[in-house]
């Protein structure tokens, strides 16, 4: 039986049998093999799933909850961003993507888990932010909500993301705006030029 430890683009943890690309966590969120909370405060982040050979027992007592993303773009949906050790790389890249963006200094870690948790929650809530933005100003990578879910941004297509994968594509609407999952810092991150990883299927 799958684990609850998937997580979707609306940031939910759910149990089904998806391979996941992307490791992470949001802190101690479980009790034995059960979620128990949503989050575990303002650090939310996307590892990779082998890092210098390190190997840690799932549900531990006392440590923080594996979650596990389909892709990166899943991920950052979610309101993830990449870990400062075990993807330096994809951090600094990703920092200095969000600066360039906003036309700010390069961000510490702290600052930019304060300003996205603003961004994907409502606060002392689990309740997911949706954010109106320009169909015409969406990078790839973006995840939208949809009447038949999430999808996302690729080139001039939406593809679907379901439990099961990325599903149907359709021609993205050229005008009006889109319900945006993808925190806007996030977004900002992306239209700088942050190559986020995303599977094939949805090409």
Same mark, same amino acid.
């Given at each position: 039986m799958p684990e609850?430890?998937?997580?979707?683009?609306?940031?939910?943890?759910?149990?089904?049998?998806?391979?996941?690309? &992307?490791? /992470?966590?949001?802190?101690i969120l479980h009790d034995g093999h059960r979620i128990r909370r949503f989050?575990?405060?303002?650090? &939310?982040?996307?590892?990779?799933?082998?890092?210098?050979?390190?190997? =840690?027992?799932? &549900?531990?007592?006392?440590?923080?909850?594996?979650?596990?993303f389909h892709?990166?773009?899943? =991920?950052?949906?979610?309101?993830?961003?990449?870990?400062?050790?075990?993807r330096r790389g994809a951090y600094l890249t990703y920092r200095d993507a969000w600066a360039d963006a906003l036309s700010v200094p390069p961000p510490s870690a702290e600052q930019m888990n304060r300003q996205l948790h603003g961004e994907r929650i409502v606060? /002392?809530?689990?309740?997911?932010?949706?954010h109106a933005m320009p169909w015409r100003e969406l990078p790839g990578g973006v995840f939208v909500r949809t009447a038949t879910g999430p999808a996302v941004v690729v080139d001039d297509h939406l593809t679907t993301?379901?439990?099961?994968?990325?599903?149907?594509?359709?021609r993205r609407p050229r005008r009006g705006e889109a319900a945006v999952l993808t925190p806007p810092s996030s977004v900002a991150a992306l239209r700088a030029g942050y190559p986020a990883q995303l599977d094939d299927e949805a090409r």
């Open positions: 609850q430890n998937r997580v979707t683009p609306d940031g939910e943890i759910v149990a089904i049998p998806l391979r996941c690309a &992307w490791t /992470g966590n949001r802190g989050h575990a405060g303002d650090l &939310w982040i996307t590892c990779a799933l082998d890092f210098r050979g390190r190997w =840690s027992e799932q &549900w531990l007592p006392h440590h923080f909850t594996w979650l596990y892709d990166e773009a899943v =991920s950052l949906a979610a309101g993830h961003r990449p870990c400062g050790e075990c606060r /002392g809530t689990h309740i997911r932010r949706v993301w379901t439990p099961a994968g990325y599903g149907a594509r359709r």
